[in-house]
C-alpha cells in the first residue's frame, strides 16, 4: 500500500508535456478541437455540439454576455467578474461576439423578451461546458486519462 501511495506521489510532480498545454489552449479557444486534434471524433462531436448549441440558443434567446467594463462602480464592478470568466469559457464564439458587438449591447428589446434569463443562462452554461471539455482534453493529452 505504501509503494501505491509513493507512486500516486510520483505521479502528480511528473510534467506535462507542452503538446498538452497546446491542445488545452485549441480546446478552449475551439470547442471540440481539442479532442479532434487527439483523434477523439466521437467526444469532440458531442462536446463542440453542445457547446456551439448552449452559446448560439443563448444568443437567439436575447442573452446578454458579461464582460468587465468600467460602467460598474464598488461591489458592482466585482458582481461581474464570475459570469465574464464564465463566458469567456466559450474561447472564439465570446471573442467573436466581442469584436462584432454582438449580445454586449443593454438593449431593452432583448430585456423584454420572456427568454432572456434562460438565454444567460445558456451563455454561461457554454463557457463552463467548455471549460470541462478543455480539462478533458489536456488530461488525456497529458496522459493522465484516457
Excluded at 42 to 71: D, E, K, Q, T, Y
Excluded at 81 to 97: D, E, H, M, R
Excluded at 105 to 133: C, I, K, M, S, W
Aim: net charge neutral; with cysteine.
Amino acid at each position: 500500500m505504501a509503494t501505491s501511495q509513493a507512486k500516486g506521489r510520483a505521479e502528480l510532480h511528473e510534467p506535462v508535456p507542452g503538446r498538452a498545454w497546446l491542445i488545452g489552449a485549441a480546446a478552449w479557444f475551439f470547442p471540440g478541437a481539442g479532442h479532434i486534434l487527439q483523434g477523439k471524433w466521437g467526444r469532440a462531436i458531442v462536446l463542440a455540439v453542445a457547446v456551439w448549441g448552449c452559446f448560439l440558443g443563448g444568443i437567439l434567446m436575447g442573452g446578454h454576455l458579461f464582460s468587465v467594463g468600467g460602467s460598474e462602480q464598488g461591489f458592482a464592478a466585482l458582481l461581474q467578474i464570475p459570469p465574464t470568466i464564465a463566458n469567456v469559457g466559450s474561447g472564439a464564439l465570446y471573442i467573436f461576439c466581442w469584436i462584432m458587438g454582438v449580445g454586449f449591447a443593454d438593449d431593452p428589446q432583448h430585456a423584454a423578451r420572456a427568454t432572456f434569463e434562460y438565454g444567460n443562462t445558456f451563455l454561461l452554461v457554454a463557457g463552463l461546458l467548455n471549460y470541462l471539455a478543455m480539462l478533458d482534453a489536456f488530461d488525456i493529452s497529458a496522459g493522465r486519462k484516457s
